[in-house]
């Protein structure tokens, strides 16, 4: 029974360039959340989906930033004309409901040079 | 908002029992859930609890008491592998936009000595 996966594990960008992140959420669980975590900050959530729906995006910034958990296929974070202090681990999680808890991915570290 | 807190670092022996703590202030609550981060890896689910008392894992325990804003997690048995961060987690109250995420604490850097 796979776990959540997220792809790449590695990203690397330069600036100004748009970074996109894939998670596909564990089998029968239709709730992802994104969370970013900063170098020795704790996680932070960004937003939270329901296939086709954003239920929450409280902690996603306002510019630069988008995601989305189509009918088909995985969700994507997606970040364009990144800057440097958008380096950080981004991991993603899914649940069955709203009421279980979350299981993460492995993350994808993003480095923005 | 949410506020969490739990201790920066704690050191244990290999074998013995350590408890961590966490106090939190939330303007709703519907969950505390613990959970384990090696360095470089996903966070790993160890336990939660909605209702106050003990709710028992194998060698980890977790307690909650809704009232006082506080929880623990108790790992017996120590071995040198649970050297790792442990992160606790609130879920705000059922009904509004907001449930479902998680507010997560900055995580107590655990180091097991043999």
């Known amino acids: 029974n796979a776990g959540v996966m997220q792809n790449p594990r590695h990203l690397v960008r330069r600036r100004g360039q748009e970074a996109r992140l894939r998670c596909s959420p564990m089998?029968?669980?239709?709730?992802v959340y994104w969370y970013r975590q900063l170098p020795e900050e704790g996680l932070k959530f960004m937003v939270y989906?329901?296939?086709?729906?954003?239920?929450?995006e409280s902690g996603m910034p306002k510019e630069r930033f988008s995601a989305e958990f189509p009918k088909e296929g995985p969700s994507i974070l997606r970040i364009q004309q990144v800057v440097r202090g958008d380096s950080a681990a981004y991991f993603c999680?899914?649940?069955?409901?709203?009421?279980?808890?979350?299981?993460f991915g492995d993350g994808t570290r993003l480095s923005i040079l | 908002g949410q506020n969490i807190d739990q201790p920066t670092e704690m050191t244990a022996t290999e074998g013995a029992i350590v408890q961590i703590n966490c106090t939190y202030q939330?303007?709703?609550?519907?969950?505390l859930f613990w959970y384990q981060q090696h360095a470089g890896e996903a966070p790993t689910f160890l336990s939660y609890?909605?209702?106050?008392g003990l709710e028992e894992k194998g060698r980890f325990s977790s307690f909650l008491s809704r009232s006082k804003g506080y929880s623990y997690l108790l790992l017996k048995e120590l071995q040198m592998k649970d050297s790792a961060s442990y992160l606790c987690?609130?879920?705000?109250?059922?009904?509004?936009?907001?449930?479902?995420?998680?507010?997560f604490g900055q995580g107590t850097i655990l180091t097991v000595h043999p």
């Open positions: 089998k029968g669980h239709s709730h």
């Open positions: 999680a899914s649940s069955p409901n709203r009421n279980q808890p979350q299981h």
């Open positions: 609890n909605v209702l106050d």
């Open positions: 939330t303007s709703g609550f519907n969950g």
């Open positions: 987690a609130v879920r705000a109250n059922a009904g509004g936009t907001s449930y479902g995420k998680l507010t």
């Open positions: 989906l329901q296939k086709e729906n954003i239920i929450d």
